[in-house]
């Protein structure tokens, strides 16, 4: 067994062993760093004994043959890729300042670009079961302000910040306010820009029914829309603490938080329209091309409609 464990983790050659040495001791990175870098430098020696080359003399178009290799046989992450190269660029790099190579082959080389992941949404029927959702032994007051709050997220697809922001109040410092006879909210987002957002019947519902019970909560002269119990303005993380409890309590099948509202809030109106410039308003992205991802989601719920419902799209269960 011994004999079998030695082979399958061969030691580091004597000039990989001497940069461990060196990371472990000079640099004092943490044990799990250690592991990292004596992982690292073993799949390099393992390149090195297949391509019959002296790590030393390794040269750029081998260097570049490796990351291919790496990301297409054996299928690495482009971050788990990224974590080797910057190992071996600082290999090569110690070995440069002993003047042990004449060239670093890692310099210049980057790792695939890692594709950014989707935003996740809720699905229609899910989002619709937590706007609906009321807790029957809350608070009245409390339970008004999250059932407006989720409106708000869901209905409106504010971020996070530009919910707390708003007032009920309004004067010369506030940074979002109610105009409820226009049926909008004016919101101060990302880059100060000012936009106004249309309020649905239902959103402006919860905020006539929280506003309505909100001076019982309210300290003196606060001038936030959503307070908590102390009377002061809500903050972004108990809003996101009610959020997910909120969520649970309705039987929501993955951890909710704000920015996924907003999310639904976007999947769900381009759905519906189609309009990818009107979305792109409604979000306040400064350019179309963030607000073309949820093209991306939109294409996975239609492919899943058709999967489901188009007869050609359906396997045959046996020989005709």
């Known amino acids: 067994m011994e004999a079998a464990a030695a082979k399958e983790t061969p030691p580091l050659a004597p000039p990989l062993a001497a940069y461990l040495d060196f990371i472990r001791v000079e640099r004092k990175l943490a044990p799990r760093t250690q ?27 081998q260097a570049r043959r490796w990351i291919a290799r790496l990301h297409g ?25 002993q003047q042990l190579v004449a060239l670093n082959p890692f310099d210049g080389l980057r790792a695939p670009k ?15 079961q937590l706007a609906e959702h009321h807790a029957p032994d809350a608070d009245p007051a409390s339970e008004a302000r999250d059932a407006c709050i989720v409106e708000l997220l869901y209905g409106c697809g504010l971020r996070i910040g530009e919910l707390v922001g708003l007032d009920a109040v309004v004067d010369s410092a ?12 004016f919101v101060l987002g990302k880059g100060s820009k000012r936009r106004s957002v249309p309020l649905g019947k239902a959103a402006l519902a919860a905020l006539e029914a929280w506003l309505a019970r909100r001076a019982s909560l ?38 909710v938080h704000p920015h996924m509202l907003r999310h639904s809030f976007a999947t769900h109106l381009l759905q519906s329209s189609g309009d990818l410039r009107a979305v792109q308003e409604l979000l306040g992205h400064a350019h179309i091309t963030t607000t073309q991802v949820y093209t991306q989601l939109d294409f996975q719920h239609l492919a899943k409609v058709y999967d489901a419902a188009h007869p050609r799209a359906k396997k045959k269960s046996g020989p005709a």
């Open 114 to 128: 890692a594709g950014k992941p989707l935003p996740k949404a809720l699905g229609v029927d899910d989002a619709v």
């Open 35 to 61: 592991a990292l870098y004596e992982d690292g430098l073993r799949r390099l020696q393992d390149f090195a004994e297949r391509d019959g080359i002296e790590p030393k003399r390794l040269q750029i178009n």
């Open 218 to 255: 309210a300290a003196a002269g606060e001038a936030a829309l959503f307070v908590g119990r102390r009377g002061a303005r809500l903050q972004a993380p108990q809003i996101r603490q009610m959020l997910k409890q909120r969520a649970l309590a309705a039987g929501m099948p993955a951890h």
């Open 73 to 97: 046989q054996q299928q690495l992450a482009p971050r788990s890729i990224s974590l080797l190269l910057s190992i071996w660029r600082g290999l090569y790099r110690w070995w440069g300042r």
């Open 174 to 185: 506030s940074l979002g306010w109610l105009d409820l006879p226009g049926a909008e909210i």
